[in-house]
C-alpha cells in the first residue's frame, strides 16, 4: 500500500460493481481503507455474511460505516422505529470491525421543531448504545437536513450531547459549496472531529436544490478551497481519516479501477501536493495532466 495515502479512502458509493471487484480496484490503486454504504452489505447477492467475509478477505480497513439517516429529534413509534435501525447498523460496524458509524442529520417531514436539545439527547441516546460495541458516531450535517444543514449547527448539537464517543463528520464539499466561512473551522475541537468528505464540483449547485456534479477533489472548481480547508485543518490538528467520493452518474458507468485511480491521484495531490507544502494553494496541472492520458 502507499504511505503516502494512508490517511484516505474511497467511499464505494463512488464505484460500479459487485462489491469483492470495487474492493479490489480499491486495493490495485494502492488504497487500505474504505468508506463503506450499508447497502453494499445488504444488497450481496451472496447475502451479509458473505458481504462481510469479503469485505475482511480485501484486506482493507472499515474507515466508516454510512448511514444512519433520519434519526435525531423525532417522537414516539417513529423514535422507537430508528433505535432499532441504529441498533441493526450498530451490529453491522461490530460484525465488519468497523469503528465509526455516520449519522446524517435529519431530512424527514415528520421531524418537529428542530429542538437542538431534544437532538443532542438522541444523539447521546445512540452514542450510549454505540459503546459496547466499541463504535463512534459522526454527526454529519446535509444540505437538505431540515433543521441541521451546516457543519456549525451540528457542532453545536455533538457540543450539547457532550458523549466521548459522538463526534463531527465534515462534508467539505457541502460547507464550500455552501460558502460557510472557514473560519468556522477554529470553533471546532479537532478532537471531536471524527471524519472528513472529500469532493469537488464542476459548477454551483442547481438553483432551487438539488446537487452539483461531484467530481474527485482537484478536478473542480472547489479545488484551491478544498486545499485552503485540508491544511487548515491539519494545522488545527486534525489527524483522522480523509474519505474522497465523486458520485455521480458518469463515474458509475465507468470501470471501477479506472475511477479508483483517479481517486488515488486525487489522495497524492492531496498528500504530497498540498499537506507537505506551506502555501495552501493546489497545484492543479500535476493532477489534471495526469488526467489526460
Request: aromatic share 4%; glycine share 8%.
Amino acid at each position: 500500500m502507499n504511505d503516502n495515502i494512508a490517511d484516505f479512502g474511497l467511499d464505494t458509493a463512488t464505484l460500479a460493481g459487485p462489491l469483492e471487484h470495487r474492493l479490489g480496484a480499491l486495493r490495485e490503486a494502492g488504497f487500505s481503507q474504505v468508506l463503506l454504504q450499508a447497502r453494499d452489505l445488504a444488497a450481496h447477492a451472496g447475502g451479509f455474511d458473505a458481504a462481510v467475509a469479503a469485505v475482511k478477505a480485501s484486506g482493507l480497513r472499515v474507515a466508516a460505516l454510512q448511514s444512519l439517516r433520519d434519526f435525531e429529534g423525532l417522537q414516539g413509534p417513529l423514535h422507537d422505529y430508528k433505535v432499532d435501525v441504529a441498533k441493526a447498523m450498530l451490529e453491522t460496524c461490530r460484525a465488519l470491525g468497523c469503528r465509526l458509524l455516520v449519522v446524517t442529520s435529519s431530512t424527514a417531514a415528520a421531524q418537529p421543531g428542530g429542538d437542538v436539545d431534544a437532538m443532542a439527547r438522541d444523539l447521546r441516546k445512540l452514542a450510549m448504545l454505540a459503546v459496547p460495541m466499541g463504535v463512534r458516531i459522526a454527526y454529519k450535517a446535509v444540505a437538505a437536513g431540515r433543521h441541521v444543514n451546516d457543519f456549525a449547527i451540528a457542532w453545536d448539537v455533538v457540543s450539547r450531547a457532550d458523549c466521548p464517543n459522538l463526534g463531527l463528520g465534515l462534508d467539505a464539499c457541502h460547507a464550500l459549496g455552501a460558502c460557510t466561512p472557514l473560519d468556522t473551522l477554529d470553533d471546532i475541537d479537532p478532537e471531536k472531529l471524527f471524519l472528513v468528505q472529500l469532493a469537488d464540483a464542476l459548477s454551483e449547485a442547481p438553483a432551487g436544490g438539488g446537487h452539483a456534479l461531484e467530481v474527485f477533489p482537484g478536478e473542480g472548481m472547489l479545488s484551491a478551497r478544498l486545499a485552503e480547508l485540508v491544511v487548515r485543518l491539519d494545522r488545527l490538528g486534525y489527524r483522522g481519516a480523509y474519505g474522497l467520493s465523486a458520485c455521480n452518474d458518469d463515474a458509475l458507468q465507468l470501470p471501477s479501477a479506472r475511477v479508483a485511480q483517479r481517486a488515488r491521484r486525487a489522495a497524492e495531490w492531496l498528500a504530497e501536493d498540498v499537506l507537505r507544502r506551506s502555501m495552501p494553494l493546489p497545484n492543479l496541472m500535476r493532477l489534471r495532466g495526469a488526467q489526460a492520458d
